[in-house]
């Protein structure tokens, strides 16, 4: 069984290389650390990947582990086993199977696949607010520091340290509506209690 997201083109030779370690018995399961940025040319998409420490080009840094909690490829057995994902786990739903399973996804070397982050200012603000409807750890502690972290006095300092230091004007308006998106989203799960899905 392959997970793919709307957001995602693959390569020649991606789902060969990602089942191969499966089909031959090693492992249950298998992801790829070999994610590229799609629309690169993009300052927002690119700012995208900036605001969550990740390289300009790359879904991963280049000290990505081999090992990880998120499956791309597994078997199916071992899907139905568990019974699939955990869908109240809204964003984090990727991490469902692993809190099942307790075994680690192991990465399928030369299984490329681009990532396109949003690139509008639309898509920046809906991308944001959907992620940032999650449970967050320690609680209601863990749900205030991220509020803290996304109001608008620290994004626009951040914006404009970040914009500075990566000399990319487009990251401070990009990350006061990313910022604004994560709030909302964040008071909507305090308020409802409603993941998103």
């Known amino acids: 069984m392959v997970f793919v997201d709307a957001d995602m083109?693959?390569?020649?030779?991606?789902?060969?290389?990602?089942?191969?370690?499966?089909?031959?018995?090693?492992?249950?399961?298998?992801?790829?650390?070999?994610?590229?940025?799609?629309?690169?040319?993009?300052?927002?998409?690119?700012?995208?990947?900036?605001?969550?420490?990740l390289p300009k080009d790359r879904m991963h840094p280049s000290n990505y582990p081999d090992q990880q909690k998120v499956y791309r490829a597994i078997l199916t057995k071992e899907f139905d086993k568990v019974g699939g994902f955990d869908e109240k786990a809204g964003y984090t739903d990727d991490y469902?199977?692993?809190?099942?399973?307790?075994?680690?996804?192991?990465?399928?070397?030369?299984?490329?696949?681009?990532?396109k982050n949003p690139d509008t200012y639309r898509e920046v603000f809906a991308q944001s607010k959907w992620m940032a409807k999650r449970k967050y750890k320690l609680g209601i502690l863990g749900t205030f520091i991220a509020l803290v972290r996304v109001s608008l006095p620290a994004s626009l300092v951040l914006g404009i340290l970040l914009a500075l230091s990566y000399s990319l004007p487009a990251f401070l308006p990009f990350k006061i509506i990313s910022d604004m998106g994560s709030f909302l989203g964040i008071m909507e799960y305090s308020l409802q209690a409603k993941v998103s899905k």
């Not at 809190?99 to 990532?115: E, Q, S, T």
């Open 9 to 53: 083109t693959l390569d020649k030779g991606f789902l060969k290389k990602l089942i191969e370690p499966i089909t031959k018995g090693k492992i249950i399961g298998t992801f790829s650390k070999e994610e590229y940025l799609e629309n690169k040319d993009n300052p927002l998409a690119v700012a995208w990947n900036l605001n969550r420490r």
């Open 96 to 115: 469902s199977l692993f809190d099942k399973l307790n075994v680690m996804a192991i990465n399928a070397p030369g299984a490329i696949f681009y990532h």
